[in-house]
């Protein structure tokens, strides 16, 4: 007698869930094929900051919100076809913090190139030494 009205409560909750469903309009296929209003959403390792992307016009915005709401998100602007150069200080904190829990880290810095390699030569060099790099640690090479 429980299984039965078991099913009956499982089979009334379910009816109830979908009933919305089936006077719901259809979305226009158009909306599925919109860029989205976020993207790129990443929560920071220490869980204080989220970090996303969001278009605006014919640029991306990165937004750096502080989860605590005591700041107001910082907001890194670029264009299509800007190149954003980050301060070596940046890279600089990075690789120093990457070594201090051991991990391999390797850097490539090349003048003129940005976030990104664009001339061909560099990104030969970049892909030779990201070749070599895994291979080194994670590949036939490593120990």
Not at 7 to 14: D, F, I, S, V
Not at 86 to 103: G, I, L
Request: charged share 25%; with cysteine; hydrophobic share 40%.
């Amino acid at each position: 007698m429980t299984r039965h009205l078991s099913r009956r409560g499982a089979l009334l909750a379910l009816t109830l869930c979908l009933a919305p469903l089936a006077h719901a309009e259809r979305l226009p296929a158009k909306l599925f094929a919109q860029n989205p209003g976020f993207s790129a959403v990443a929560l920071s390792p220490d869980g204080k900051h989220l970090a996303l992307t969001t278009p605006i016009e014919n640029r991306t915005d990165l937004l750096i919100v502080d989860l605590s709401g005591k700041d107001e998100p910082t907001r890194i602007r670029y264009r299509a076809n800007e190149h954003v150069i980050a301060p070596s200080a940046h890279s600089s904190a990075w690789v120093k913090a990457r070594k201090q829990v051991m991990t391999p880290v390797e850097v490539l810095i090349k003048a003129g190139e940005a976030h990104g390699f664009y001339d061909e030569e560099n990104r030969i060099e970049l892909y030779q030494r990201m070749e070599a790099f895994l291979d080194q640690h994670i590949g036939t090479k490593a120990k």
